[in-house]
């Protein structure tokens, strides 16, 4: 409960950062994570210029963030896939592991973020933002997809 918890106070720093950021006009962060090209993330940090230290640290609260929600996407299916009923217990660990790769995929765009507000957009950071942003959100998807149609299954299975 306490890992949920510090995951939405987490999300919530994270996402009044982000505010700030999409007054721009912009788009938030996510549109830097998606931007998929040098020239487009070029353009959104010209955007967001007199932002950089903003920027920075809503990357390094992300950080922290990492560390949880993660876990707790681990955790929540983890502890599904051993409820009396659940009809995909083998599914719920798989995913429960898979998770966890959502940490090494987080830090690497993070890490690659950084890079780009010091130093400017290039081709292989602006791809390998995009490539680990994606897989990331799959993986979230994918756990939060789990939880709910196992969740329902099992809560009609009991």
């Not at 090209?37 to 990357?59: K, M």
């Not at 990492?66 to 599914?91: D, F, H, K, Q, W």
């Not at 709910?148 to 809560?155: E, H, S």
């Amino acid at each position: 409960m306490l890992l949920a918890l510090s995951a939405l106070l987490l999300f919530g720093r994270i996402a009044s950062l982000d505010e700030f950021i999409k007054a721009r006009g912009e788009g938030g962060i996510m549109a830097l994570q998606f931007a998929g090209s040098a020239a487009r993330a070029a353009h959104l940090l010209v955007a967001w210029r007199g932002l950089e230290d903003l920027l920075r640290s809503q990357t390094r609260w992300d950080f922290l963030f990492l560390l949880v929600y993660p876990a707790v996407l681990s955790l929540a299916c983890a502890m599904l896939a051993e409820a009396r009923g659940n009809p995909l217990p083998t599914i719920g660990i798989f995913v429960a592991w898979l998770a966890l790769a959502a940490i090494p995929l987080d830090a690497i765009e993070n890490l690659a973020t950084l890079r780009m507000i010091d130093h400017g957009a290039s081709e292989p950071l602006a791809r390998w933002i995009t490539v680990c942003a994606t897989m990331k959100f799959a993986i979230v998807l994918t756990a939060a997809g789990y939880l709910l149609v196992a969740g329902i299954a099992t809560l009609f299975q009991r």
